[in-house]
């Protein structure tokens, strides 16, 4: 049974036709800080569930503090950061942190995003495959670990695989993987950080038989995994069966959904987040029917989940036909509140976004920066 929470253009694709009324619906439903008499940080940090929920920063591209004050205006809870926009920050990780502390949220964890260099064609693309560059490899993600995540307070260190090899990694290759996955997970445990690789779209591991031979030969005390649940769809698995089976080693969870075409199997995998068929993103607002959050959700509940749910959504371009990226993270989190009943989310401070779709203070250097997340 398909699940919408917004009604559909003639492609299919949500539609949102009253922006204004939309909103403050949203801000009225998810203001549960209010309805509690709590201040938003209290909200954000109370409740029965341990689950906290968090957005995704690639969004925002460069511009971190405008990705730090959005997300608490928005009532969320943490923020991810990604690898290489924030790279202005990594040298300074505690004046970073104060930014963070100062509104009221967390830094979820922040990925390295072998994948990007990868798109960018900046030099010799770094990867797992390659034996000679896995010692560096290992020292650059363990120091990264250290000097950066850990000030934070973060638990895990979520990352991509970076860029794939055509035909799909060999048997060989993802030994290779495994073994160095084992040795950095082995280093960053013991400064108390899990390590948790995140298959993705048109990188090197995504497909289910790639995930479950690289599970098997890692590690379970030093490799965990985050999962995605629109990466999942779009490569023809069922993102609740990949749930259930490496739930004891999955260090976070991302929310969102793809073409409801995508919750059959069968389908083409796709090796970037664009629609052949509509030309917008795969990547679609929560309950636009590929993916069934609420058997996820219950499963995770029931479990008594400790960790983070990310919102993990780019900034929505104009022709994706979604509004803007504000209208974007507000019909997510009201989808989360009023489908999924999560009641520990603060507020909506709604009219004070910085942007309207693409968050930057330029142009992003990198072409099609919009190809994966």
Known sequence: M??????????GRPQIADRRGFLVASAATIGIAGLYGLPGNAARRSGPADIRYGYSGIGWGTNVQEA?????????QGLEGHGPDWAAWFDRPLELKKLFDASGIA????????NFFVR???????????????????????????????????NHFKFTLGGRP?????????????????????????????LAPHPHIGATVILEHEIRSLM??????????????????????????VTHDYYPRMAEV???????????????????????????????PMGTGGVDFVPIHAFLLAKKYKGWILLDYLAPAPEDGVGTFEQSIAHNKDYLANVLHVKTLGPTVLGQ?????ACETAPHSVPNSRAGR
């Not at 965990?224 to 069966?241: E, R, S």
């Open 166 to 194: 055509e035909g799909g990694p060999n048997d060989e290759q993802i030994r290779i993987i495994a073994d160095a996955l084992n040795e950095i997970g082995k280093r960053t445990a013991a400064f108390g950080i899990r």
């Open 2 to 11: 398909k699940r919408r929470s917004m009604p559909e253009d003639e492609r």
């Open 216 to 241: 098997k030969q890692t590690d379970p005390r030093f490799v965990w995994i985050v999962l995605d649940t629109a990466h999942l769809a779009l490569a023809g698995m069922d993102p609740l069966t």
């Open 68 to 76: 730090v004050k959005e997300a608490a205006r928005m009532g969320l």
């Open 107 to 114: 830094m979820v964890s922040c990925s390295r995003d072998l």
């Open 353 to 357: 976004s910085a942007c309207q779709y």
């Open 254 to 284: 991302h929310y969102k959904d793809v073409p409801a075409r995508f919750r059959t199997l069968g389908n083409p995998v796709p090796t970037s987040n664009r629609d052949p068929i509509t030309g917008g993103s795969l990547f679609q």
């Open 120 to 154: 960018a064609g900046r030099g010799a693309p770094a990867t797992f495959v390659e034996r000679g560059q896995i010692p560096k490899m290992i020292d650059d993600h363990v120091n990264f670990a250290r000097r950066f995540i850990k000030p934070f307070e973060c």
